[in-house]
Every structure is written in C-alpha cells, then in structure tokens.
C-alpha cells in the first residue's frame, strides 16, 4: 500500500500472515531508486509492459494540462483525488 490519503492507515489482522505463511515486508521506494537505479529502470520498464498488456489498470481520477500544475498540486493537498491525477501537455 503506498500513501492513505482518504483517511485513516487501516489495521491489518498479522495473525493472518502467520496462518498462511506469509511475509510483510515494507519498502522505500525512494531509497531503492537511488541505491539501484538499473534495478528500478528495470522495474519501471516491466510495469510500464504490464499496463500496456492490460495486467495492471491503475484509477485514473482525472486528467489536467500541465499549464494548471498549481491548481492540480492544490487538489491533491485537498484530498480531493481518488486515485491517480494524470497531467498532460
């Protein structure tokens, strides 16, 4: 899960990670960016063949031209998406 604009973090049930066998594990993506840079392209490059195979569909709230990158920044910092805000040229 990245970000929780919408509202509170939610609670997961852990037990649920020891039932099934599972691992949690967080990541700053950030960090992993600088430290791997090939690594990320590569990362990058695989999302980006996924969502033209159609296997991952991101929502998309709303699409604005760059000239309104202010007014955009402001609608995020309202909470006011759902999703992702997509600028243009």
Not at 21 to 40: M, Q, T, Y
Not at 67 to 83: D, N, Q, T
Request: charged letters at 15%; hydrophobic letters at 45%; glycine letters at 12%.
């Amino acid at each position: 899960m990245v970000g929780f604009a919408s509202g509170p973090i939610p609670s997961l049930p852990l037990n649920l990670t020891l039932l099934k066998g599972a691992s949690l594990v967080g990541v700053f993506w950030g960090d992993f960016a600088k430290r791997e840079p090939k690594a990320n392209a590569q990362m990058m490059a695989e999302l980006a063949q996924w969502y033209g195979q159609g296997k991952i569909k991101p929502v998309i709230d709303s699409t604005m031209p760059m000239a309104e990158l202010k007014a955009a920044y402001a609608h995020m910092g309202s909470r006011g998406v759902k999703g992702k805000l997509v600028m243009v040229n």
